[in-house]
């Protein structure tokens, strides 16, 4: 138990530019994200060795009208007539499509799928998109009294600051740190540092000839209601990931006809997913998510490694305070201590657990069914030294922790090169 | 199997809100009582659980205040300089649940208190009553 039955390897990996498209639908940010998935396999690879793709996606039911949506992608990149199987977990419905793909190569059913994650959001007004994620919900007995996304992330938050002392200071460290990763990753949403867009308001104010606010650092700017207004208390708008349009794609294959695609495969060593009580008022602890701690624990044992051999790892940052959380569930620090572990810069791309060199959801964009099977392009790229200029020197093993909604489902991934 | 009368359900939650009470359901077995009300223990996977009335008292376990609402919210007057807030109330009894949180100054969450006592309020809107509580 907890086997795989063979090895399996990611052979490529690529996503499309993540961002706010109103030309554009899931089907064409999909081919988008096929193709640069393509390119990036270094021998090349042929429709048809593909046996099967797993499509992670949240709502494109409410997002776009469209249900169903599995065969469009299949058909859109010349898939037709393999199987494809829309999987749906939330924000971690591509973390998930992982996994499943990683089951259907180990069992022996295929040698060589493609894993997938679409999702275009912005074509709703904002209290729309509030709505369709509130659906991950409890609708029944959450969302009626109130609840956001935001907001029940801000409710972990509180618990958290009361619990074990986690400032709102540590919070928008995390903002900053993340942003400064995404200013290096061009196929991110918002590819800017805090205090970029801090200079880019400054000089908006004064071509108006306004008075030029005298912000002393990116955490004074942050305090700002003008410039950072408040979505759920504590949590302001630079906490949370953006709503975004984007789509990932990998291929898996078998580790014995993987060499066929590549030299330098990146091999998947451990897989994890768990499950909690949806409703945070039915959990024993909100400070902690056990589906984390339960994916983790699989992924690990699987791997034989622990926390502390994870060189990189993409985290699920969709809000500021979800970062702190995760890195406390994967083990890299104490309970309580994630907040301090990134204002000290533990968690920077030059610390000692660099998390979210891509710039994760905040600034890279949270196009939430393609979130898990983004943060594992970041990861290929990193453990293949491709990641340019945000590249951690020498690393060799890494991590992907997907969440979904305010976690009733967790995915977490290890990968070797 | 006991059938309790009327099923634990979503709509029988909401139906004794309507009369003013909060009932949750008892495992026969462990003891542990559901609010919401369930029709069996996921810890025993049993089904013999009972109807328990709940006093509507508790503290304040976890909050925050909602700037930018969803459509209903924003339908019954919350535009973001008007928020709400939102928390988790544990019960007296054991339970912890989800509920408006009324009686604060949502503008001024900072000033808000885990811990703080709480009392239940219920609260009318459109045709359902939803469970808020205030400082006690």
């Known amino acids: 138990m907890g086997k795989l039955a063979r090895g399996v390897a990611l052979i490529g990996a690529g996503m499309s530019k993540f961002g706010a498209f ?3 639908t899931s089907r064409e940010l999909f081919v988008e994200a096929f193709i640069d998935a393509r390119n990036s396999v270094d021998n090349g690879i042929d429709n048809k060795d593909i046996e099967a793709m797993f499509l992670g996606n949240f709502s494109s039911d409410l997002f776009e009208g469209q249900v169903h949506t599995g065969p469009i992608m299949a058909d859109w990149v010349g898939l037709v007539p393999k199987p494809v199987t829309r999987t749906e977990g939330a924000c971690a419905s591509s973390g998930i499509a992982i996994r499943c793909g990683v089951m259907a190569i180990a069992s022996g059913l295929h040698d060589v799928v493609c894993v997938a994650g679409v999702e275009k959001m912005t074509n709703l007004p904002t209290s729309r998109v509030t709505d369709t994620l509130g ?48 200013k290096l990753n061009p196929k991110a949403q918002f590819p800017l540092s805090i205090r970029d867009l801090m200079e880019k308001r400054i000089k908006k104010l004064k071509e108006k000839g306004g008075e030029a606010p005298s912000w002393r650092d990116e955490f004074d700017f942050l305090e700002d209601p003008r410039a950072n207004p408040v979505v ?186 | 199997m006991e059938v309790l009368t009327p099923e634990a359900s979503v709509k029988s939650f909401y139906d004794f809100l309507k009369e ?23 810890r025993c996977v049993d089904s013999e659980l009972e109807w328990v009335e709940l006093e509507g008292r508790g503290k304040l376990v976890a909050f925050t205040s909602i700037s930018v609402a969803p459509t209903h919210m924003l339908e019954a007057g919350h535009t973001r300089d008007n928020p709400y807030v939102f928390g988790l ?30 009392t239940v309020e219920f609260v009318e809107r459109d045709d359902r009553v939803l469970l808020g509580f205030k400082p006690a």
């Open chain 2, 89 to 118: 109330i544990e019960l007296d009894s054991g339970p912890t649940v989800s509920a408006l949180i009324l009686g604060v100054d949502a503008k001024k969450p900072e000033n808000i208190e885990i811990g703080t006592r709480m």
């Open chain 1, 232 to 417: 759920a208390w504590p949590l302001r708008l630079y906490d949370c990931s953006p709503i975004t349009d984007g789509a990932a794609v990998l291929f898996l294959a078998a580790e014995e006809v993987a060499r066929k695609y590549t030299d330098t495969p990146i091999h998947i060593i451990g897989s994890g997913q768990g499950s909690v009580q949806l409703a945070l008022h039915d959990r024993a602890d909100i400070t902690t998510i056990l589906a984390a701690r339960e994916a983790a624990k699989m992924a690990y044992r699987m791997a034989g490694v622990g926390p502390e051999d994870i060189q990189v790892a993409e985290v699920h940052d969709c809000f500021t305070i979800a970062e702190i959380v995760a890195t406390e569930d994967l083990g890299f620090f104490k309970p309580g201590e994630g907040g301090k572990a990134a204002e000290e810069g533990v968690t920077a791309r030059d610390g000692e657990k660099p998390i979210n060199t891509s710039g994760g959801l905040k600034s890279k964009g949270h196009p939430v069914g393609a979130s898990g099977a983004g943060q594992a392009v970041e990861i290929w790229k990193q453990l293949r030294g491709e990641a340019g200029k945000r590249q951690v020197p020498d690393v060799e093993i890494g991590l992907t922790h997907n969440v979904g909604g305010t976690g009733g489902t967790c995915a977490v991934h290890i990968y070797r090169r």
């Open chain 1, 135 to 182: 659906a991950a919900s409890d609708v029944s007995y959450e969302f009626p009294v109130g609840a956001t996304f935001p907001g029940l992330y801000a409710t972990i938050a509180t618990a958290h600051m009361k619990k074990y002392g986690t400032t709102i200071r540590q919070l928008r460290t995390v903002g900053i740190k993340n942003h400064d990763n995404g």
């Open chain 2, 20 to 42: 003013r009470k909060i009932m949750g359901t008892k495992c026969k077995k462990c003891g542990e009582i559901y609010l919401p009300p369930r029709p069996l223990c996921p």
């Open chain 1, 22 to 24: 109103p030309d554009k």
